[in-house]
């Protein structure tokens, strides 16, 4: 009859989420679902005394949480999340910064700059054009092969891209757009492009989704997605605008605060190693241990060399002013196509 | 505390709900073993002094004793009572026995005694086969009279009867009356019944205490709360009564209408009242002669109607166009004799002993804006309907 | 009112009445700390900038200034609007027809009828793709270019909105009152004024009451409108996406108090018809029995089998999609969009979660619901506690779902709270789910109560039996049936939802309505489509097992019941 004794029971009940053998390391993500696994188990066969919990959630949703635990974080550490949002929880000041053994054998561009790095690099991805020759050749475009030419009217209407409020590669586009074409002419480019633009999507892997299952012709994604998707048999070609790809890296940080340091260092030691740094490659081209990567397939071995130079310090200190400027823009537009 | 020989008394009882005051300074004491009436329209308190007699209101004011125990802030489960609702309030999914017992399991009762008393009860309430029914199972009495029998059970030293068979035909009801007061006479136990049907409590009460607005209009013995209702209110209520507004024109001297009439009792000194006499009380003559001024009222009236009533007839007679009509009853055998025919003007005696004058301040008495009588008892008669 | 007091703080120590207190006061702290406390530290929060300073109305003049945000409260009226005008139509005729009419095949259109208040509402959104999307088999039918959009909104929303919507009508048209109807026709009275001077006056409080709902119901949608919204806006989802997408908890904030004030008036409102309509309503009325007229019957059965048959067919393409291989170049069938555990949204241990999570919210649930509304209904202690808990309860149909979930970020998630613990488990989804559907679940317990005796708590008291072996023994049996449905309800719907939980499960916690979300978001639409089939068909299955259950108990502990 007590009711309250009732409700703290369940209370604890619920809360109560199994026995702990080995430490568990809370650690945010926004690596794809499908690598989340592999990469657990890896790491996980390496130490085993730690368990890894994952929190999985798209780059902007992530970050969100990040920010929004910031005076209770609930993260141990991240690990795949976009560098130009670590640059912001690193500005924020609630990156724990950590030498991990081995950092040196990684690029230097993969490494925070500063004595004791606060995050790691482990890869780049990289945007690419999702192309559906099928619903293409219905609709009568053509592949395009720059950034420019999905301006044209002729893809009035047929484009996808992913909302860079939400979506790390949606980000990873404006942010390279701005860079490729400058501030001005960048903005004019997506004002153009807002017009061909049928949706904007939450996250960065629909767009691509949604070209190999014909939902439109053209979606504007990276490349691991595409080239996953041709393997499963999807009627898609990678589009790689002559301009230069935007890229940004899947990067890995300590939590400020957390009280679980030793797991969390061990995750970042990991993170550095070739084993893991091979585990990158199955999924990505361009990895942060030179000489580790191998070809993927449906991937261009070229990538490397079409990617921009991009200034993450940039993209990071900016992202609040461009996003709002984005929303600003065209987030708010009911009818894109009117 | 002084100690007493009543066995309830209650002590200036107050109790209002927001602005409606439900009771006002009720003083009250009631005997052991007596069988007391609270008589009323609804609205007029009883059911809420009921409810405070068994805690289950709070009243604001004043004091309860129950055989020399303050119980004035005791909850229910403290004070010593049965109680019978006109719901019957019996638990449908427990069997006859089963709810008779429903007490008696608190009372670290043994099993077979248990059994043993549920066993007498219902033979003391006549139906001693339906202990395994359900209460779905029975006809209204016989759930009534189980929830008396349940009520008894514990053997409480006050019963409390709330409107106990408003909600039965009216067959049943007057079957019941008498059983309810057969076993009440028998067992002694002290009862108090809330009613707003008068037969009810003319015919069942040793003492009616008859309430309005939360004030007791009158307590007494059925025979007195018939024959000398104390406020217009009570004549109105109880019986029925002829009441005619009049103008004092002196002591022994009123005005009916347009009619100056002598009365045979002196007036109170006022200005305005209530002339009150009952129907049966009249005697019909042909013309005023014969008849002692001195003792009786006499005045003449036209005959309007003519009702027949079943053992008497009803006669409405008109005095005057501005009074109401006034209701005569006589005898089937008397009408016969008296052959009168609608039209007729006839002679109205009524001796000194029936008559009663209410002074006009008897009616500021009760609380502006309510509307009286009328009314209130159309709104009881119409929740007895839906209920 | 002060003698009130003193007299009651002189009353004699009892422990029953203290007991009674102390089970009314936790009802009353439940919801002043799990409903009215998270919903004003979010309408502080709104006046709040991000390092908590207190700005006043400035994020609102913010809000107000941004004319893409702006938009979305016309984008939401517009949405509800049509939705209401739709489906209040189409359930008025079709509850006519379901009451009034002498049609045949009645239980079976019923029974279609119930179907979507068993899914998750992005099925019918999901459905919407592979019906009317680029793909879709339906595609040409569709008159406007998209369906991504406004259409494809009202439409979802229709689907899932119409049962709720019926099942009001049906109750307003059961109301009736067959003399009037007899006196009108020995008036020689032609039927269409029978219909607009008897019919439509005593549904009148039903269908008011019904717009009112629905507009409540359609405004604060969330999940529709994030599945096939496409670049139109609404208030929910821009509450979403300030949240997750901008890390703007205060605009969240200010957006989910302008969603919270129609929601509000509009409950407002229809509490006040509904007062109106009680005291309207007579107990001497005859049921009307309906007549049969071939014509009108046979237009009826082509309209309820049309509504039935889409209806029909909204389900039916989800679960045909769930199973095509690659829709639309791979029209195999097969179990692969069944592989959740390759998917975003947490996999099948979502599904598992999600299981959990309405089970306890249906244990716990229910029993905070009826002794909650027990206590409020029986026990006539504590008026002013009584009279703020009833308050209290209706509050929560009034607070959009993603509204509650916000709220409980920032109330469970403040450092300073003492009950921050919960957050990030299960216990915190079990608490908002409870506490976003406590109001329909509370009045059906009170409903329940209401036709219980009063006077079985004084006749336990003079019995010297206290309340609750009466409440054991009594009153909990008499109400099995409607608690029984409490429990399916709340398990059905925390299901289901989306809304209130999408901002607060964990990783450990993940559900699989969520998952649904999470899927379409990152372009497994299939997968999705499968998750919300089997999230329906869980639903109907509990529904199975609440109907035998009942079925049994009340054949064997409610005998009673039988004359």
Redo the contacts between chains.
């Keep these: 009859m007590n009711l309250k004794k009732t409700l703290l029971a369940a209370a604890v009940a619920l809360t109560a989420t199994g026995a702990q053998a080995a430490t568990e390391l809370t650690v945010y993500t926004a690596l794809e679902a499908d690598q989340l696994k592999s990469y657990a188990k890896a790491f996980e066969s390496a130490n085993p005394d730690v368990k890894i919990r994952w929190v999985r959630d798209s780059t902007g949703i992530i970050t969100a949480r990040l920010l929004a635990e910031k005076d209770n974080p609930q993260a141990d550490a991240v690990l795949g999340l976009a560098a130009t949002s670590l640059l912001v929880l690193k500005g924020e000041g609630m990156l724990q910064p950590y030498k991990p053994a081995g950092v040196e054998q990684l690029s230097t561009q993969f490494v925070d700059k500063d004595e004791t790095p606060s995050w790691i690099g482990m890869d780049a991805w990289v945007a690419s054009v999702c192309y559906n020759r099928i619903e293409a050749e219905k609709h009568d475009l053509p592949m395009p092969t720059s950034w420019k030419d999905l301006t044209k009217p002729v893809y009035q209407g047929h484009l996808v891209m992913p909302n860079p409020n939400s979506s790390g590669t949606g980000y990873l586009d404006v942010a390279s757009w701005l860079q490729t074409f400058g501030e001005e002419d960048g903005w004019k480019f997506m004002d153009d492009l807002h017009q061909n633009i049928d949706r904007y999507t939450h996250s960065g892997s629909k767009p691509c989704k949604m070209a190999a299952a014909g939902e439109t012709p053209i979606g504007i994604s990276f490349a691991y997605r595409g080239a996953k998707l041709i393997n499963k048999g999807a009627p898609i070609d990678l589009a790689f605008p002559s301009e230069g790809l935007g890229w940004d890296m899947e990067a890995a940080a300590i939590i400020k605060g957390s009280d679980k340091m030793d797991a969390a260092k061990t995750l970042m030691d990991w993170a550095v190693t070739k084993d893991a740094n091979t585990l990158y490659n199955g999924s990505y081209a361009v990895v942060a241990m030179p000489g580790v990567a191998k070809p993927v397939p449906n991937y261009p071995s070229d990538i490397a060399d079409r990617m921009i130079d991009n200034d993450f310090e940039w993209a990071a200190v900016n992202r609040s002013r461009i996003l709002k400027e984005w929303q600003q823009r065209y987030d708010g537009k009911s009818e894109p196509k009117n | 505390m002084t100690h007493s020989t009543h066995y309830l008394q209650i002590e200036h009882l107050r109790k209002s709900f927001g602005s409606f005051t439900a009771l006002d300074d009720i003083s009250l004491a009631i005997k052991e073993g007596e069988f007391v009436c609270f008589l009323g329209p609804s609205g007029c308190g009883k059911t809420t002094l009921l409810?405070a007699i068994?805690?289950?209101e709070?009243?604001?004011?004043g004091r309860i004793v129950q055989s020399d125990r303050d119980i004035s802030?005791?909850?229910?489960?403290?004070?010593d009572?049965?109680?019978v609702?006109q719901?019957y309030?019996l638990?449908?999914?427990?069997t006859v026995s089963e709810n008779i017992a429903?007490?008696l399991?608190?009372?670290k009762m043994p099993r077979g005694e248990r059994q043993q008393r549920v066993k007498a009860l219902l033979e003391q309430i006549d139906l001693p086969d339906i202990g395994n029914k359900?209460?779905?199972?029975l006809s209204g009495g016989q759930q009534q009279r189980v929830a008396l029998a349940?009520?008894l059970?514990?053997e409480?030293g006050l019963l409390?009867l709330d409107e106990p068979l408003s909600a039965l035909d009216a067959r049943v009801r007057l079957h019941l009356r008498q059983e309810i007061c057969a076993l009440q006479r028998k067992l002694g136990i002290t009862t108090i019944m809330v009613t707003h049907d008068q037969d009810e409590a003319l015919t069942m009460a040793d003492r009616i205490v008859v309430m309005d607005h939360g004030r007791i209009a009158q307590i007494g013995t059925p025979e007195e709360i018939y024959q000398k209702p104390a406020t217009e209110f009570v004549a109105r209520f109880v019986g029925s009564m002829n009441l005619m507004p009049a103008r004092v024109l002196g002591a022994r001297s009123l005005m009916l209408g347009r009619k100056e009439v002598q009365t045979p009792m002196v007036l109170p000194a006022c200005d305005e009242g209530t002339l009150g006499f009952r129907p049966e009380s009249v005697q019909l003559l042909d013309g005023p002669w014969g008849v002692n001024r001195d003792e009786n009222l006499l005045f003449e009236a036209r005959l309007d109607q003519i009702q027949f009533m079943g053992p008497f007839v009803r006669l409405e007679m008109c005095l005057d166009e501005e009074l109401p009509c006034v209701h005569v009853d006589v005898a089937v055998e008397q009408h016969a004799q008296l052959n009168a025919s609608i039209g007729q003007s006839l002679w109205l005696s009524i001796p000194e002993k029936d008559l009663k004058f209410y002074p006009a301040q008897h009616l500021n008495q009760s609380k502006p804006g309510v509307s009286r009588t009328a009314p209130d008892m159309g709104l009881a008669a119409m929740q007895v309907a839906?209920a | 009112m002060s003698n009130t007091l003193t007299i009651a703080a002189r009353r004699s120590f009892d422990s029953e009445s203290w007991l009674q207190r102390l089970v009314i006061s936790l009802g009353v702290l439940f919801l002043l700390l799990a409903l009215l406390a998270p919903l004003l530290t979010m309408l502080v929060k709104s006046l709040q900038n991000g390092a908590g300073e207190f700005i006043g109305l400035h994020n609102f003049i913010a809000y107000f200034d941004n004319p893409a945000l702006t938009q979305s409260i016309l984008n939401s009226i517009t949405i509800a609007l049509w939705t209401t005008f739709i489906v209040v139509s189409i359930a008025f005729v079709f509850a006519y027809a379901l009451t009034r009419s002498g049609m045949a095949g009645k239980k079976t259109f019923r029974l279609v009828t119930m179907l979507p208040l068993f899914a998750p509402s992005l099925l019918p959104a999901l459905s919407m793709i592979y019906l009317f999307g680029n793909q879709g088999i339906l595609k040409d039918w569709l008159p406007v270019e998209s369906i991504y959009g406004p259409v494809g909104i009202v439409i979802g929303l229709s689907f899932w909105a119409f049962p709720h919507a019926l099942m009001i009508l049906i109750t307003a048209f059961s109301n009736s009152d067959a003399r009037l109807y007899e006196a009108a026709k020995s008036m020689k009275t032609p039927p269409w004024r029978v219909f607009l001077t008897v019919t439509l006056p005593s549904v009148r409080y039903g269908l008011i009451n019904t717009i009112f709902v629905i507009f409540t119901l359609t405004i604060t949608d969330f999940g529709v409108a994030k599945v096939i919204g496409g670049q139109y806006n609404v208030l929910a989802t821009d509450i979403y996406k300030q949240v997750v997408g901008q890390q703007n908890f205060q605009m969240g904030a200010v957006v989910s108090v302008v969603l919270l004030l129609p929601a509000l008036i509009s409950f407002a409102v229809e509490r006040r018809v509904q007062r109106r309509q009680s005291a309207l309503l007579t107990s001497r009325a005859v049921p009307l029995q309906p007549q049969k007229s071939p014509l009108r019957d046979a237009l009826l059965t082509l309209f309820c089998a049309l509504v039935c048959g889409f209806l029909l067919l909204v389900i039916g393409m989800a679960v045909y999609a769930s199973f095509i291989t690659f829709w639309p170049y791979n029209m195999e069938l097969s179990l692969n969009n069944y592989r959740f555990d390759m998917m975003d949204g947490g996999g099948w241990a979502s599904y598992f979660n999600s299981l959990q999570m309405s089970a306890w919210t249906a244990v716990i649930g229910t029993a905070v619901v009826f002794l909650v509304a027990y206590m409020n209904e029986k026990i006539k202690l504590m008026p002013f506690a009584r009279r703020l808990l009833q308050l209290l309860a209706m509050l929560p149909m009034a607070v959009p779902g993603i509204v509650l979930g916000l709220a409980y970020i920032f109330f469970f998630n403040h450092p300073d709270n003492p009950m921050n613990g919960i957050y990030g488990t299960m216990a915190i989804l079990v608490l908002n789910t409870v506490v976003h559907f406590y109001t329909v679940c509370h009045l059906t317990a009170t409903t329940s109560l209401k036709q219980i005796d009063n006077e079985f708590e004084a006749v336990s008291a003079s019995l010297k039996v206290p309340f609750y072996t009466t409440l054991r023994r009594v009153t909990l049996p008499l109400a099995l049936p409607s608690v029984l449905d409490i429990s399916v309800y709340l398990f059905v719907n925390a299901m289901t939802t989306v809304s209130a939980v999408v901002f607060l499960y964990s990783s450990d916690t993940t559900l699989a309505s969520v998952a649904v979300m999470h899927m379409d978001e990152a372009g497994d639409i299939a997968p999705a489509a499968a998750m919300a089939v089997l999230l329906m068909l869980t639903s109907l299955v509990a529904k199975g097992l609440h109907w035998m259950i009942s079925h049994q108990i009340l054949q064997r502990t409610q005998r009673w019941r039988q004359r």
Excluded: D, V
């Design positions: 409810r068994a805690g289950l709070l009243q604001e004011e802030t005791l909850p229910p489960q403290q004070r009572f049965g109680i609702f719901s309030a638990f449908p999914n427990l429903y007490g399991a608190n009372m359900y209460p779905g199972q349940r009520a059970a514990t409480p409390l839906g």
